[in-house]
């Protein structure tokens, strides 16, 4: 089966570092991605892992450990627009030819100030 | 602005109404995807088109229909709809649905549905 966990809410202060962790079960793992979503809007997407280790980008870094089905997004010096819900999601072709994306029901952070 | 447009942004209806969903993306992609956001729970796939042919029907009820007349556009047409499909409906769409980092989806605003 398939199954994505990961903490319903977090808070977290301004200026500080906060860790969003993404635990994951699938049988077909092809790539995990993170994506930000503020209230009422689209969710855009942040990072993407393939391969075990931490991708980087500017103040937020995703890290993947394939083995443990373990994924973490970090987010740097927070700042008041950080507060979105942040949606863990997972690739996979489990049972078909098409690459599906199985998602978390998503973190919902609050930055306070 | 993320290139992909939906219409309309909210929408309310009764059970015996019909209505469309309309999507739009500007992006040059070939595969396009509905998705389901329900409160506290996790966005869920309904359909994927790629270059205009459905490729995935997620156990979706009959009364949820989509048409995607080329690779541009994708419309959810529902009808006999219950308030238990009441729901934030997002479109996607992306560059494939093969192996790659290109597969990052691009979403639209959505359209909030509230059936009485």
């Known amino acids: 089966g398939q199954n994505i966990d990961q903490p319903t809410e977090m808070t977290a202060t301004e200026g500080a570092i906060v860790q969003i962790n993404c635990t994951y079960q699938?049988?077909?793992?092809?790539?995990l991605f993170w994506y930000q979503q503020h209230a009422g809007e689209a969710p855009t997407f942040l990072s993407y892992?393939?391969?075990?280790g931490l991708e980087e980008k500017g103040r937020f870094s995703s890290f993947l450990s394939r083995s443990k089905g373990y994924s973490y997004l970090l987010l740097k010096e927070l700042q008041m627009k950080d507060s979105a819900s942040y949606l863990c999601?997972?690739?996979?072709?489990?049972?078909?030819?098409?690459?599906?994306?199985?998602f978390g029901t998503g973190t919902l952070l609050a930055v306070q100030p | 602005e993320t290139g992909v447009t939906q219409t309309p942004r909210h929408l309310v209806m009764g059970m015996t109404n019909k209505k469309s969903l309309k999507c739009e993306q500007h992006?040059?992609?070939?595969?396009m995807y509905w998705y389901k956001q329900s409160a506290k729970k996790p966005l869920e796939l309904m359909f994927v088109?790629?270059?205009?042919?459905?490729?995935e029907n997620n156990s979706v009820p009959s009364r949820f229909s989509p048409e995607c007349p080329n690779s541009s556009h994708l419309f959810l047409h529902l009808h006999t709809l219950q308030p238990e499909d009441s729901a934030l409906y997002l479109c996607?769409?992306?560059?494939?649905?093969?192996?790659?980092?290109?597969?990052?989806?691009?979403f639209g605003s959505g359209t909030q549905l509230s059936v009485l």
């Open positions: 992006l040059g992609h070939n595969a």
């Open positions: 892992n393939v391969l075990d």
């Open positions: 999601a997972v690739r996979d072709h489990e049972g078909g030819a098409t690459n599906k994306l199985i």
């Open positions: 996607a769409s992306s560059q494939d649905v093969q192996d790659s980092d290109l597969e990052k989806l691009f």
């Open positions: 088109y790629n270059f205009k042919e459905q490729t």
């Open positions: 699938t049988s077909g793992f092809n790539g």
